[in-house]
């Protein structure tokens, strides 16, 4: 874990990412959070861990983790630029800004690792592909590969241009999971089920085949097939969800959406 943290911007993603550090021992009281107007839930985990919210004259810390809106770049980056120090590593996990475009916005900075994590980041079973400059030093890579491996897996991109396809995949990818459980709950009302009994059934699929997923060496289509008896009742669901234009078209369409809007959010 690094000597000390600011974190600026400690809303959805942040405040899950912080969540996975706490849990791992990031020390509270080398932790500065940086947000205009905290949501309550991060005013009293600040009271109760003694972390530093919003101080009056924050110092630079080790590490500087931008976890603000993109759209917000341009007006928040004047206050932010102070908190860059000398050997101050930054950690941005914007979507779409690429480290030039950092760079144009906080010309304090030099060494840059653009992340893109994800929400279950808070309970450490997220998912983060980061890219680092050349600036970046060994000890400042393992510093922020400390953070990401709190927070899930891992994984380091040789080139930056593919964050955006990261973006899409695993950044964005819970949302798709979620979507998934809210429309099999949705079916199974229209398929007669009391709406409580749909949503609770769905749910306890999507988590429980998710478990399975992560506690078995086997590769997802095989689990996939373990399910589908020959000629029965998931086969006949799955000819409508595997067809041409079926789900494999649609999360093409739909990732391609999502790398398409992150390369529209840089600049
Ligand atoms: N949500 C997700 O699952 C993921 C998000 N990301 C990235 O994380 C970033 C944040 O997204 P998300 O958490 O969803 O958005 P949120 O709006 O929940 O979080 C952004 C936070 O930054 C605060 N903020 C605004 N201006 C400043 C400032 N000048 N200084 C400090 N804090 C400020 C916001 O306050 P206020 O609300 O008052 O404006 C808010 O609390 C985005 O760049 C996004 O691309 C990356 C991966 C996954
Ligand atoms: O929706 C977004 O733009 C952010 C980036 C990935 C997940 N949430």
Redesign the pocket.
């Known amino acids: 874990m690094p000597a000390s943290l600011v974190l ?9 990412m912080l969540a996975g550090w706490l849990d791992a021992g990031l020390d509270p009281r080398r932790t500065t959070i ?6 309550r839930p991060i005013v009293d985990l600040c009271a109760d861990r003694g972390i530093a919210l919003n101080p009056p004259d924050p110092e630079p810390g080790a590490v500087l983790v ?5 759209q ?1 770049l341009d ?2 980056a004047p ?2 630029d102070p908190l860059i120090g000398r050997d101050t590593l930054l950690v941005s ?5 690429t480290v030039a475009d950092l760079r144009g916005r906080l010309p304090r900075a030099r060494a840059i690792v653009r992340a ?4 279950p980041a808070s309970i450490g079973r997220g998912a983060t592909g980061a890219c680092a400059s050349s600036e970046v030093s060994p000890e400042q890579r393992a510093a922020a590969e400390a953070l990401f491996a709190a927070n899930g897996a891992v994984a380091w991109l040789a080139d930056e241009a593919q964050i955006d396809a990261v ?1 899409a995949v695993s ?2 990818g ?2 798709y999971v979620f979507l998934l459980a809210e429309t099999l709950a949705e079916a199974g009302i229209a398929a007669g089920l009391e709406p409580d009994v749909a949503r609770s059934l769905a749910r306890a699929t999507v988590s429980g085949a998710g478990a399975l997923l992560d506690a078995s060496p086997a590769e997802a289509a095989e689990l996939r097939r373990n399910v589908t008896s020959p000629g029965g009742t998931t086969a006949a669901a799955l000819d409508v969800l595997m067809r041409e234009d079926g789900l494999g078209a649609l999360m093409r369409e739909a990732v391609a959406a999502a790398r398409r809007r992150a390369g529209e ?1 840089s600049g």
């Open positions: 600026a911007g400690a809303g959805k993603m942040g405040g899950a940086i947000d205009p107007v905290p949501a931008l976890g603000i809106k993109p917000g007006t928040a206050g932010l996990i914007l979507a779409g800004k893109m994590p994800n929400l973006t950044g964005s819970p949302a959010l």
